[in-house]
């Protein structure tokens, strides 16, 4: 049976459901179908404004940003959907906390759908470091349909992993 290493949380019921996608070679297609359109959120400066006005719009109290960027070395599984850090840095002798949004590059070419929701999930993170029930009640709150596109958006991270198709026709 294939591991699904981004679908581990969920039922077994879920994840056959995804396996015998694949096994169809289908799950490109489903996914293609579901979520069609793409975005023009493609530099630091535009997702910078699109994080402030998600920020604007649901977390006014929360602390301020400093740096949002695209990070093309971020493991979205290792960084658990998302790196978020305060950075410490020394600023004339004294140590200031720096808040950055990073968000991985493959989200430039995902669905709006899946941008939203990895932003709203590190916006959720000034508030809750952790991934408790108070973080998910502030995702859901951001973004009602939360749930079911964290888990849409670990289906198509499994998807962008499969191994090319071998085109058996093209075999001798
Ligand atoms: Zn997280």
Known sequence: ?????YLQAYPATLQDKVR???AQERLGEHLARRYPARHDVQSDKALYAYVAALKQQH???????????????LDVLRNALGLH???SR??????????????????????PEFLQMIV???????????????????????LPDYHQLEFDLR????????????????RE
């Open 1 to 5: 049976m294939v591991p699904l290493k």
């Open 155 to 170: 289906v198509y991270l499994t998807w962008r992993e499969l191994p090319p198709t071998i085109n058996v026709n093209q």
């Open 59 to 73: 977390l006014r109290n929360a602390p301020g940003i400093d740096k949002v960027l695209y990070d093309a070395r």
């Open 20 to 22: 015998a996608l694949i």
């Open 85 to 87: 850090t305060a950075v």
């Open 120 to 142: 709203v999930h590190e916006l959720a993170h000034l508030k809750e470091m952790d991934h408790n029930k108070a973080f998910y009640q502030l995702c859901t709150h951001m």
């Open 90 to 111: 020394v600023q004339g002798g004294r140590l200031k906390a720096k808040k950055e949004i990073r968000v991985a590059s493959l989200f430039k070419a995902a669905a």
